[in-house]
């Protein structure tokens, strides 16, 4: 299976990268193509460096990303969400789409630890209003770039995980569990995920207070 991260090239998706590579073929998206061959040749280097082994890792510019993808991570910022999708509609339909956004305030120059949220109530709900025809699902908010680049160490995270689609969903768990230290759990359907993305400002309150790298969540009381 391919998975597209298109704005790859950036914190969250080139960490998502580095972890996903061991078990799946990576596309690193960029609005440049030249960005992401760059990108991509890095996450290669820094795996190669380390001994790990990775299935392939290719760099295209953000269209191409999408058409090659069977799942196609938006790892854009919050405010270039919808100009990215809206240019790619047509290249994702009917593809799995895993919407990453967190709607933090630093886009109208307020604080990191509060959300300015999007009319339909969550970044997921926002993307899949645009993308009507694309299967998205929502994963990873809570996760931090800082903790995902530290490939030496497993993530220490559970990542919450919804969506309208259960096969999609199912997917994309299986996607999360495959970075050591990760557990997907469903947490129902795209409009769950406004919950979601709001733990992140809190989490960015606790990383700035405590001085942490990147603090996570785990849920308790789980029978798996
Ligand atoms: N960073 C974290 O710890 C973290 C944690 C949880 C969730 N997230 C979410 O992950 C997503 C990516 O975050 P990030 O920190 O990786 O962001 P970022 O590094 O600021 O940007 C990611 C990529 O987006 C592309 N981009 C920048 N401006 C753009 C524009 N005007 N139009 C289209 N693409 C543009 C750039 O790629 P090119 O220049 O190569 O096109 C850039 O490398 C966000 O939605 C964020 O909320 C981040």
Same mark, same amino acid.
């Given at each position: 299976m391919k998975i597209a991260i298109l704005g790859g090239t950036g914190d969250q998706?080139? /960490?998502?990268a580095l972890r996903l590579a061991k078990k799946y073929e990576i596309i690193i998206g960029s609005r440049k193509r030249e960005k992401a061959e760059e990108s991509a040749e890095n996450i290669k280097k820094i795996l190669s460096s380390k001994g790990i082994p990775y299935r392939d890792v290719v760099g295209m510019e953000n269209r191409d990303a999408s058409q090659?993808?069977?799942?196609?991570i938006?790892?854009?910022?919050?405010?270039h969400t919808l100009s990215t999708i809206k240019d790619l509609k047509e290249e994702l339909k009917?593809? @799995?789409? *895993?919407?990453?956004?967190?709607?933090?305030?630093?886009?109208?120059?307020?604080?990191?630890?509060?959300v300015v949220l999007p009319p339909q109530g969550s970044v997921a709900q926002m993307v899949q209003e645009y993308l009507k025809d694309s299967k998205v699902v929502s994963a990873f908010q809570n996760v931090s770039a800082k903790v995902l680049e530290?490939?030496?160490?497993? *993530?220490?995270?559970?990542?919450?995980?919804?969506?309208?689609?259960?096969e999609s969903k199912r997917k994309? @768990?299986? *996607?999360?569990n495959s970075i050591e230290g990760c557990r997907g759990i469903?947490?129902? /359907?795209?409009?769950?995920?406004?919950? *979601?993305?709001?733990?992140?400002?809190?989490?960015?309150?606790?990383?700035?207070?405590?001085?942490l790298k990147g603090?996570? @969540?785990?849920i308790t009381g789980l029978r798996r």
């Open positions: 998706g080139f /960490g998502l090659e993808g069977d799942i196609v938006l790892s854009v910022p919050y405010q009917g593809k @799995i789409v *895993v919407s990453i956004g967190v709607p933090l305030a630093g886009v109208i120059g307020d604080k990191p630890t509060r530290c490939i030496d160490e497993p *993530v220490d995270c559970d990542i919450l995980v919804c969506g309208d689609d259960e994309v @768990i299986e *996607v999360v469903d947490c129902g /359907g795209l409009e769950m995920s406004r919950y *979601v993305e709001q733990i992140t400002p809190l989490l960015i309150g606790l990383n700035i207070k405590y001085k603090s996570g @969540i785990r």
